[in-house]
């Protein structure tokens, strides 16, 4: 039976990630945040490799978030487990799986540059999980901050309503504090990194009343209980526009706005306060349930019998973690657990508190908490763990498809199966990456999201082997598609060779989907019977086991809809393998019929140089087949937005740094595949 204990206990629990694009500052404000909790007694910093988070040698000689990191701190009687998800476009598989497992999270943006290609990308990331969030302008003492053209780009990018609760007091190098909208008081940070509450100062209070007013009728539109109040009494109480905030946040129609500078230590404290009032616990969260039966539900409840999520696998010198997400019940020291996705039961050696790249032991954990587990030795990302007596499969993250391959071979010919070995445990770390062998060249191809998550899982090998690993020239991964396709496609097998015989007649019509790469669809419009049903499943599992390899280059064929229209069956002969072995060859053979089409890996890229180097990078973009969609100013640089082939992207960083004397940088966001000009198919 549940206890109030544990339910105030839980109500006290924020499970958040800390999202943006790339140099937004995630985690600088990380480490306040645990600078100000008192979890750390020195501030980290990112250009010192100085912090908790990026603990990795890649990460601090980069100056980048590359793994995502679990901290735990207090704050004001509340336990906040944190992740710190990477910003770089190669690593969004990493901010998949940690949005998968979290209630909350605070979406940072540059007040400069406001919402950017790869924070637009995570706040999709986030909508498709469901997961409530606030946001954080950060970098307010830069010059060109503005928080009003960050709101308004949040506004239009994102496209929920902003509720900015502050009002910023100095601008740029003069920021000094903020205005608390909701309790209309002011906090002024010293350079001590202390803070100070204060009367709002005279020349604000006009501006602040007017922002307060426009903070009210906003949230009266998105909340009955302060639109009720609003119209009562001309006004909304801090404690129920306090509530009102949370509701909308939690349902996602409004995101609370605050703002601050975290690496001068401005807006740390606020913003904790925040992530409390307005963002869900655990016990705020639907009970999850099992895919295969909807109506079998956990709730977050530490006596209900125990169902967690394995969202990251990490090999450390002292053995192997999994990290968990408790969803339900409660795991101690020792206890059996059945991985549902091995179908094995295993024993838990040991349960850690994390704290980046240090762990305490704690006895238990329970319901709502994030915690590595020691002692398993099957479970893989996206693994279910429950208790074995009441089984059940929880949705795993989404895995997306890489696109770029590069060959991998060990220097010596002794080290073959060292790297072998290596190679297995980064794909078992990390699912996006694949390796598999080239059925053609014999070469092991490691596939990944992009040149960096393959440089880095290169370097890893390096640094923790010791190992002398050759590496190929980067390689995409192409798709074929149909481009105008075939009608009434006839395909008979038969096969006698003694025994049973096979038959199956099947005609089949390929055409392309309406939006190239958009997958596979098939369709039955057999009538009379003349093909039962079982077999046409049959078909369609050969349809799907043909496009495997298309008849262009032997790429994975996307974008296709075939339709069964008629078909025959022998009485004797026919059978499901027959009518799979009919569909897998049919198809192939109508597929070699059709006018196909090559596809190529596109990306959106964002290059922001000087005003004077614009000339240059649209010339280079052109001769990289990009085709340029905007450009704009902002504070002084260009900024240049383009759709060019990813093919086309190998080498562009050093390419950039060179043609504007390292003042330009790019960012890049895969965007799809495209039709490949002829000289391209060729290759």
């Not at 996006?432 to 890893?460: C, I, K, P, Y």
């Not at 009434?488 to 096969?495: A, E, M, S």
């Not at 990306?603 to 087949?625: F, I, K, N």
């Amino acid at each position: 039976m549940r206890t109030h204990t544990h339910i105030n206990a839980l109500a006290a629990v924020r499970n958040l990630g800390i999202l943006a694009h790339v140099d937004a500052g995630k985690t600088t404000v990380t480490e306040r945040i645990l600078y100000a909790t008192g979890t750390t007694h020195k501030r980290g910093e990112v250009h010192d490799g100085t912090t908790v988070t990026d603990f990795d040698p890649q990460e601090r000689d980069r100056g980048i978030t590359i793994f995502a990191a679990a901290v735990s701190c207090d704050w004001d009687g509340h336990r906040v487990n944190l992740i710190d998800t990477p910003g770089h476009v190669d690593f969004a598989d990493e901010v998949e799986r940690a949005l998968r497992v979290l209630d909350g999270a605070v979406a940072v943006f540059d007040a400069v540059a406001g919402v950017e290609p790869q924070s637009e990308s995570v706040w999709r990331q986030a909508d498709r999980h469901g997961v409530p969030r606030i946001a954080f302008v950060n970098k307010l003492d830069r010059a060109g901050a503005d928080l009003d053209r960050a709101v308004a780009s949040i506004r239009e990018r994102l496209h929920p309503v902003p509720l900015a609760v502050q009002l910023p007091i100095g601008t740029e190098d003069g920021f000094r504090g903020v205005v608390d909208l909701v309790r209309m008081r002011a906090l002024v940070w010293g350079d001590d990194g202390t803070f100070a509450v204060e009367d709002v100062p005279e020349e604000l209070r006009a501006e602040a009343r007017r922002r307060r007013r426009l903070l009210e009728e906003a949230v009266a539109e998105l909340h009955a209980e302060a639109l009720e109040e609003f119209c009562a009494r001309r006004t909304v109480s801090p404690g129920t526009l306090t509530a009102a905030l949370r509701e909308v946040t939690r349902t996602g129609e409004g995101v609370v706005v605050l703002c601050g500078s975290a690496y001068r230590n401005r807006g740390v404290e606020p913003l904790l306060d925040a992530v409390v009032a307005y963002l869900p616990s655990p016990l705020d969260v639907p009970p999850v349930h099992d895919t295969q039966d909807p109506h079998e539900r956990r709730p977050a409840d530490p006596a209900a019998p125990f169902a967690g999520l394995a969202f990251k696998v990490s090999a450390t010198p002292t053995g192997r973690l999994t990290y968990v997400r408790v969803y339900s019940g409660t795991i101690g020291k020792g206890d059996t657990v059945l991985d549902t996705s091995a179908g094995r039961t295993e024993r838990i050696g040991r349960i850690l508190r994390v704290q980046a790249d240090r762990h305490a032991q704690v006895d238990r954990a329970v319901a709502g908490d994030i915690v590595a587990v020691v002692g398993l030795k099957s479970a893989r990302a996206g693994s279910t763990l429950c208790a074995p007596g009441a089984p059940l499969v929880l949705e795993p993250p989404g895995v997306a498809d890489p696109v770029v391959s590069v060959a991998v071979e060990a220097r010596r010919s002794t080290d073959t199966d060292r790297l072998a070995t290596a190679l297995a445990r980064l794909a078992e770390e990390d699912p996006s990456l694949v390796v598999r062998t080239d059925a053609e060249t014999g070469q092991t191809l490691l596939s990944g999201m992009g040149e960096l998550h393959l440089e880095v899982a290169v370097e890893r090998i390096r640094r923790e082997t010791g190992l002398d690993v050759a590496v190929g020239r980067p390689r995409v991964s192409y798709r074929e598609t149909v481009g105008t396709g075939v009608r009434g496609f006839v395909f008979r097998h038969v096969k006698q060779d003694g025994g049973a015989g096979q038959f199956a007649h099947v005609v089949l019509d390929v055409e392309p989907l309406e939006a190239a790469g958009s997958g596979f669809e098939f369709r039955s419009a057999v009538v009379g019977g003349r093909v039962p049903q079982e077999y046409v499943r049959a078909v369609e599992a050969g349809c799907r086991d043909a496009l495997v390899e298309g008849p262009l280059g032997g790429h994975q064929v996307t974008g296709v809809r075939v339709t069964l229209t008629d078909g025959a069956t022998h009485v004797k002969d026919s059978s499901d393998t027959a009518f799979r072995t009919a569909g897998r060859l049919g198809l192939r053979d109508a597929l070699r019929s059709c006018a196909m089409v090559l596809l190529e890996p596109v990306a959106e890229v964002t290059v922001t140089v000087p005003e004077d180097a614009v000339g240059t990078v649209l010339g280079d973009l052109a001769a990289r087949r990009g085709r340029v969609s905007g450009s704009a100013t902002r504070a002084g640089a260009a900024v240049v937005t383009a759709t060019v082939p990813l093919a086309e992207l190998f080498g562009y960083a050093t390419r950039l740094r060179s043609r504007t004397q390292g003042r330009g940088t790019f960012t890049t966001r895969p965007t799809g595949y495209a039709p490949a000009p002829a000289p391209q198919a060729a290759r």
